[in-house]
């Protein structure tokens, strides 16, 4: 080889070190349409995009939580459903318009895994009270949280002495059970236990936008046109709780639709499913928060499914494949 080739030969290298440090830093930041066309342009970002894909679909959690939680396709070849992950209720104005998935835990090991770092409560109340406990909460310690059972669901919260270890907090630490996301023909993607759940297990919170009335009526217009066509799943979730007259009393919307964690993969069982949904306030925090819980023991490789409510208004509904013995063929719908 004479000089001049070798000089080629260099610069050439260098050029394809600095391309691969580039791609690694800017391809996870990139919608999985914008990932395919990069990786057709050239043989390295075609390795590089390939990898991002795999570690994208070995955990939907972006590495948010205690364990990965893998998305499993054995019938097409979408590897993943693309998100931008929370573990909390969010305002829309606070959402990261681009947020990384994909990095290689050994080039960049300081964007993975930034931490099981969870703050559920959206709105404090100032100066508010809770239980002034010093040692973990519970029936013994006499904690006034566990006795506000006239309120529903309580646990301790950001107005409360206990700390963050309180028995009384199992919803605060993300989600602690191993799951899975698999893809069914009928029904889309379907969350899944990745080990046996006893029952009363918290299993995850219905994160996402928290949304005002109107505009989750808005944008639940624009999606039941979108599902009609097949062109989306959404997951926007509005709880309802009601007075003894029957009068609505509170109501919540959360969209995980755009922005969410895996609850948005949670499907529709005309049964009730295997999970009660439960909506839990706590002292010092303004909002109460929707969290499911194992309603019996789940098996390993059960789905995991609740009741999306009881009223049909459309008769030409989108079909119910939930396969329980008392399915409706249609799926739930009402005026939100
Ligand atoms: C909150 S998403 C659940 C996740 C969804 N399967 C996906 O692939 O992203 C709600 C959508 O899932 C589908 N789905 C949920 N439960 C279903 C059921 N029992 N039968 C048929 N489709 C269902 C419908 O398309 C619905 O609009």
Redesign the pocket.
């Known amino acids: 080889m004479n000089n001049n080739n070798k000089r080629e030969k260099t610069t050439i290298n260098q050029n394809d070190s600095a391309l691969i440090q580039c791609a690694e830093l800017i391809l996870p930041y990139l919608h999985p349409v914008d990932l395919a066309s990069t990786s057709s342009t050239c043989k390295t970002l075609n390795k590089i995009s390939n990898s991002i894909t795999l570690r994208r679909s070995s955990d939907a959690s972006r590495s948010l939580e205690k364990f990965p939680i893998p998305f499993i396709n054995s019938i097409d070849n979408q590897s993943y459903?693309y998100f931008i992950y929370t573990g909390n209720q969010i305002l829309s104005a606070a959402v990261q318009p681009r947020q990384p998935w994909g990095y290689d835990p050994d080039t960049r090991p300081d964007l993975i895994n930034p931490g099981h770092c969870y703050d559920p409560f959206l709105f404090r109340v100032e100066g508010a009270k809770g239980c002034e406990c010093e040692r973990g909460c519970d029936r013994s310690s006499r904690c006034p949280c566990l006795d506000n059972v006239e309120f529903g669901a309580w646990e301790c919260g950001p107005g409360c002495q206990c700390g963050s270890d309180c028995g009384n907090r199992v919803s605060q630490s993300g989600i602690l059970v191993k799951l899975k996301i698999v893809?069914?023909r009928?029904?889309?993607?379907?969350?899944y236990a990745g080990e046996f759940i006893p029952k009363g297990q918290f299993i995850c919170e219905y994160a996402g936008e928290l949304l005002v009335t109107k505009e989750a009526q808005s944008r639940q217009q624009i999606y039941d046109q979108l599902?009609s066509s097949?062109q989306?799943?959404?997951?926007l979730?509005v709880v309802k709780e009601h007075l003894p007259s029957r009068d609505v009393c509170m109501r919540i919307n959360v969209d995980?639709?755009r922005v969410g964690n895996v609850a948005?993969?949670?499907?529709?069982?005309?049964d009730g499913g295997n999970l009660d949904t439960i909506i839990l306030r706590s002292s010092g925090s303004v909002l109460p928060r929707i969290c499911f819980f194992s309603s019996r023991d789940v098996q390993n490789n059960e789905e995991l499914?609740f009741s999306?409510g009881d009223i049909r208004l459309k008769k030409q509904g989108?079909?119910?494949?939930?396969?329980s013995s008392c399915?409706f063929g249609v799926?739930p719908s009402e005026n939100t």
């Open positions: 459903s893809k069914d009928r029904t889309g993607w379907g969350l599902a097949g989306l799943s959404p997951a979730l995980a639709t948005r993969f949670i499907n529709h069982s005309c499914k999306y989108l079909p119910c494949f939930c396969g399915c799926l």
